[in-house]
């Protein structure tokens, strides 16, 4: 079973709708991270947070970590918010610490 | 742009070959992690450095490994590859040691493997 586990795989939605996206991580992390990969592959960060909410622009994340859950909201989609969003988690093992641990990652489509 | 770098962008080899993937952390970032994307797997965290040391392995095969040099750079070697490396391999930088930090990652390399 993966330890970070994202909601939905798929999401197709019309231009301004306001759309979540979940995330569930089933170990203690330091900081949970919300990634947004377009199709060309590059990877960007779009949040990392470890308690709260945090906001920039349209994009909203939270985080639980009583309930280990976060979400991303995006408010006013766009198509060009179309991409892929990945949570992952910042883990430690041991004395040491590890890299991300990722979800699959949420296909996001919006029609215009 | 995030400030880190890496070459080549793409890169197709045969089986049994070697590679060299190269990745230059933005300026001032002490760490770098190397992750690999595949359909299958999706992205999976391979090794990270933190100042020239090793810092923490994850999923990196045998035949795998990885440096950073004073420079801060880290190199990737790829060696007695399989038709099931093909894959994009990106490296992120961080300014600390904690994998729990913000991380920054590169345009990635595409390795295809034929």
């Known amino acids: 079973k993966n330890e970070v586990e994202q909601s939905p795989q798929n999401l197709t939605a019309q231009e301004g709708e306001f759309i979540t996206i979940n995330c569930s991580y089933s170990v203690g992390i330091s900081a949970l991270h919300w990634l947004q990969q377009h199709p060309g592959g590059g990877i960007v960060s779009l949040f990392m947070l470890s308690s709260g909410k945090k906001k920039h622009g349209r994009l909203i994340a939270t985080i639980n970590i009583q309930e280990k859950h976060s979400s991303l909201h995006i408010t006013a989609s766009h198509p060009r918010d179309s991409a892929v969003y990945i949570c992952?988690?910042?883990?430690?093992?041991?004395?040491?610490?590890?890299?991300?641990?990722f979800g699959k990652g949420t296909h996001l489509i919006i029609q215009p | 742009d995030s400030g880190v770098t890496q070459t080549p962008k793409h890169l197709i080899t045969a089986t049994g070959q070697r590679v060299t993937l190269r990745c230059s952390p933005r300026?001032?970032?002490?760490?770098v992690y190397w992750y690999q994307q595949s359909l299958d797997q999706g992205l999976q965290f391979l090794i990270q450095?933190?100042?020239?040391?090793?810092?923490a392995k994850g999923n990196i095969l045998e035949r795998f490994s990885a440096q950073q040099f004073p420079d801060l750079h880290s190199e990737l070697n790829l060696s007695s590859l399989e038709l099931g490396d093909s894959a994009l391999y990106f490296c992120a930088s961080s300014v600390g040691p904690s994998g729990g930090g913000e991380q920054y990652f590169g345009p990635g390399t595409r390795l295809t493997v034929t």
């Open positions: 300026s001032g970032d002490l760490s």
């Open positions: 992952a988690g910042g883990m430690y093992s041991g004395g040491g610490a590890d890299g991300l641990t």
């Open positions: 450095y933190y100042n020239g040391e090793e810092r």
